[in-house]
């Protein structure tokens, strides 16, 4: 069965600190792992990952996909208080680009 | 970026009765459109893939006669709760991709559906 698993799934840090986030997944048929950001209605897009070792960088947030360990991590450095929001990994698989979740890690960046 | 706007935004209905929720492509046309539900608390769980169309594949463990998704147009994709229930109160979320190399999802707003 096709599987996304976060960790960790919630954290509270200081504005200022940075942060990783670590997602991991068994699926078939892997095209690509994507990283969202959800507020309090519908996640917006970050990042899309397709090869190994290859960093994307956003700002202050980056990622980079391990192919062969099967995960990926979102950094996040010099945290503040608007990066409080749940961080969503999923994997889109080639079948219909069908996109599984994995439950998000919830962080909170407080003053 | 491509936008998706969601109607309505919310909705409350009383048990018994079917509600639709519609998502719409406002500056692409999208090839296929999928609905997800989020429970609070939950991450998203996709609960079907619609191709402009064609019928829609549903996931395992989710009606395909209670949830009657329509995708007529490569603007317009249609879920439809029928005989709704208070169980089936939750977050609805679709999400829209186009033409492209990226194959990106972009994202409803979302619609928040209570049943009382």
């Known amino acids: 069965e096709d599987k996304v698993v976060q960790s960790p799934l919630s954290l509270v840090v200081h504005e200022g600190d940075t942060v990783t986030l670590n997602c991991s997944y068994e699926?078939?048929?892997?095209?690509?792992l994507l990283w969202y950001k959800q507020e309090k209605k519908a996640p917006t897009f970050l990042f899309m990952l397709?090869?190994?070792?290859i960093e994307k960088k956003s700002g202050r947030l980056s990622s980079i996909l391990d192919k062969k360990e099967l995960f990926s991590i979102l950094n996040i450095t010099a945290t503040q208080t608007g990066d409080s929001a749940i961080y969503l990994c999923?994997?889109?698989?080639?079948?219909?680009?069908?996109?599984?979740f994995g439950p998000g890690t919830s962080l909170s960046v407080i003053p | 970026g491509a936008v998706v706007s969601q109607h309505p935004s919310w909705v409350i209905c009383k048990s018994g009765t079917s509600v639709k929720i519609e998502c719409r492509s406002l500056?692409?046309?999208?090839?296929?459109m999928f609905w997800y539900r989020q429970f609070p608390k939950q991450s998203l769980m996709l609960m079907a893939t619609?191709?402009?169309?064609?019928?829609?594949?549903?996931e395992q463990g989710v009606e395909k006669d209670k949830f009657l998704i329509n995708h007529a147009s490569l603007t317009l994709s249609t879920l439809t709760v029928t005989s709704a229930h208070p169980e089936d109160s939750s977050f609805y979320i679709c999400?829209?991709?186009?033409?492209?190399?990226?194959?990106?999802?972009?994202f409803g707003p979302g619609t928040r559906l209570t049943v009382t």
């Open positions: 999400s829209a991709r186009g033409f492209g190399e990226r194959y990106e999802q972009y």
């Open positions: 699926v078939t048929n892997f095209r690509s």
């Open positions: 397709t090869s190994s070792g």
């Open positions: 999923a994997v889109m698989k080639t079948s219909y680009d069908k996109v599984i």
């Open positions: 500056d692409f046309q999208a090839t296929t």
């Open positions: 619609s191709n402009e169309g064609s019928k829609a594949t549903y």
